[in-house]
C-alpha cells in the first residue's frame, strides 16, 4: 500500500470528536481494548487520566478526582496480554520517559516503540474495531486531558468502518514494518531501520 493515496468516496458512519469529546471517546475505548492498541503521533508526552477506579479502603468522591499516568493503565492492558504499539515521531517528552522506566513490563516490550522522523499522522486503532483518525497528539492537550482553557483545539473522526480500518491498519502496519525506508531521504535522522527495531 503507497501512503500516496486518495481514497474514492463512499457512504461512512463516522463520529466527529473535538476537545474533551477526544477524552471520553479515545481514552476510554483504549481503557477498554481486549486485544490491541496502536498508536500513530508526532508528540509523545506525559499524559494523566482520570482514574475511575476506587482505591482499596477509600470510597470515591464527587470533589475530589485522582489521576493516574496513562501508563499504568498501558501496563495493566500489557498485563492482560493486549498488544500495544506506538509509532511517533519525536522523542518522547522527559516526563514520559521517567515515568515509563516505573512500567518493567512495558520496557522490557509490553509497549513496542519505534520512532520514525516523518510520522505526523494522528491515529488510534482499537481491537482493529475503532479507529480515531484527528489533529490530536498523545499529549494531555491533545487528547483533551487538560482543563478547559488549556487543552489544544483538535478535531477528529471515530468510526467503526471496516473498509477504513483496513485501510488504515495496512498503512500503519507498512511504516512499522520499514517499508517507506527504503527510499526514504531522512534516513540519517532515523534511529535505525524501522523493521529492524525492536
Not at 492482560?80 to 513490563?105: D, I, K, T, W
Not at 482553557?149 to 485501510?167: A, H, S, W
Request: proline content about 6%.
Amino acid at each position: 500500500m503507497s501512503v500516496d493515496l486518495v481514497a474514492p468516496a463512499r457512504p461512512v458512519s463516522l463520529e466527529l470528536v473535538g476537545g474533551r469529546g477526544h477524552y471520553e471517546r479515545v481514552i476510554e475505548a483504549v481503557r477498554a481494548a481486549h486485544t490491541s492498541v496502536w498508536i500513530a503521533t508526532a508528540n509523545v508526552k506525559a499524559l494523566l487520566v482520570e482514574d475511575a477506579r476506587a482505591r482499596p479502603g477509600r470510597r470515591r468522591t464527587l470533589s475530589r478526582t485522582s489521576y493516574v499516568s496513562i501508563l499504568g493503565i498501558l501496563d495493566d492492558l500489557a498485563r492482560r496480554g493486549v498488544e500495544l504499539r506506538l509509532l511517533h515521531a519525536e522523542m518522547p517528552s522527559g516526563p514520559f520517559r521517567e515515568e515509563l522506566q516505573a512500567h518493567p513490563r512495558l520496557v522490557g516490550g509490553g509497549l513496542q516503540l519505534r520512532r520514525c522522523p516523518r510520522v505526523h499522522l494522528k491515529t488510534v486503532i482499537v481491537d482493529g474495531s475503532l479507529l480515531y483518525l484527528g489533529s490530536a497528539n498523545w499529549t494531555g492537550a491533545g487528547l483533551g486531558a487538560k482543563g478547559t482553557g488549556r487543552r489544544n483545539f483538535e478535531l477528529g473522526i471515530v468510526t467503526d468502518d471496516g473498509p477504513m480500518l483496513d485501510q488504515i491498519q495496512a498503512l500503519y502496519e507498512e511504516i512499522w514494518t520499514g517499508g517507506p525506508c527504503t527510499g526514504c531521504k531522512l534516513k540519517q535522522e532515523c534511529p535505525g531501520p524501522l523493521a529492524q527495531l525492536a
